[in-house]
């Protein structure tokens, strides 16, 4: 792994870079974002930077340097032979006192970047028993608040689950701890619209741009017990659902294979983009 933190690159990765009373370290009052790496390349960067702006600006966190940031991509890429990778920003609200209001020191910005490995072509996915809440003040941001998905995630993995998946207050379904969830009901593929309270998932949003789908908001009981359901994110693509709790689900069936070759056919167009 390469580490670029606020203009240098780390001459060791993990060595200590960031201060211990960083926000972000605090109180989590931070932005992320995971980009693919295929071949060197980031795959859709300025979608990811877009993303990037849209949660920093609905924590109310100083507008992001654009240029600086693909330099530190650019930097944190450079000399590395990466086939398959992931690249991560972490956006902070810098130094600051202890407690959740802010400091005036100047924010945090941290691109890692490293190999990954790909993720298998099927999964199982667990239900958890916690909401989203689509109304709070984070919906739909890409916050470094995440320790709700790391009890989620925990609870789906100890039940033989790769994935947690969350309905949100009103019952409906919402979006895993890492990917938004399709699904296929008497042949139509079907996704949570973005008023559930889900991130706009990047791979979401290309997926229903080249492959189609219709966008609702349902009782996650009809998604559970789906014909077909699968997994989307930059870490995951396409990936099959074949057991969803106890249900064994056929896998990957005939929507998510198509689904999952348009997918492959069109993700070179935005390597490097
Ligand atoms: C909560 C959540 N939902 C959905 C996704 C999928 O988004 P993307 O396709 O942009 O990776 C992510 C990404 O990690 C996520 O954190």
Excluded at 14 to 32: M, S
């Amino acid at each position: 792994m390469k580490v670029w933190v606020n203009g240098q690159i780390l001459p060791e990765a993990t060595a200590p870079a960031v201060a211990v009373n960083d926000h972000g370290l605090t109180v989590g009052d931070g932005v992320f974002e995971a980009i693919k790496v295929v071949d060197g390349q980031p795959f859709a960067l300025t979608r990811h930077l877009d993303r990037l702006a849209r949660s920093a600006a609905g924590l109310g966190l100083p507008a992001v340097d654009d240029a600086a940031v693909r330099k530190g991509v650019a930097a944190a890429l450079e000399g590395q032979s990466l086939p398959l990778g992931r690249i991560r920003i972490t956006y902070t609200g810098g130094p600051a006192p202890l407690g959740s209001g802010r400091g005036d020191a100047p924010p945090t910005m941290v691109v890692a970047a490293g190999a990954m490995n790909p993720y298998p072509e099927t999964t199982s996915i667990v239900t958890v028993p916690w909401p989203r809440n689509e109304r709070g003040a984070l919906a739909g941001l890409k916050t470094t608040s995440y320790a709700e998905n790391v009890v989620a995630l925990a609870y789906a993995e100890e039940r033989g689950g790769s994935e947690a998946v969350f309905a949100n207050l009103a019952g409906n379904l919402c979006e895993g701890t890492g990917s938004n969830v399709f699904y296929v009901v008497d042949g139509e593929l079907r996704t949570p619209t973005l008023a559930c309270g889900c991130l706009a998932g990047v791979t979401r949003a290309l997926l229903l741009d080249w492959f189609g789908g219709v966008e609702v908001d349902e009782p996650i009981g009809v998604a559970e017990q789906a014909d077909e359901v699968f997994l989307v994110s930059t870490t995951r693509d396409v990936q099959g659902v074949s057991r969803w709790n106890d249900r064994e689900i056929p896998a990957l069936g005939p929507v998510t294979t198509e689904a999952a070759a348009a997918w492959r056919r069109r993700e070179p167009d935005l390597l490097g983009v």
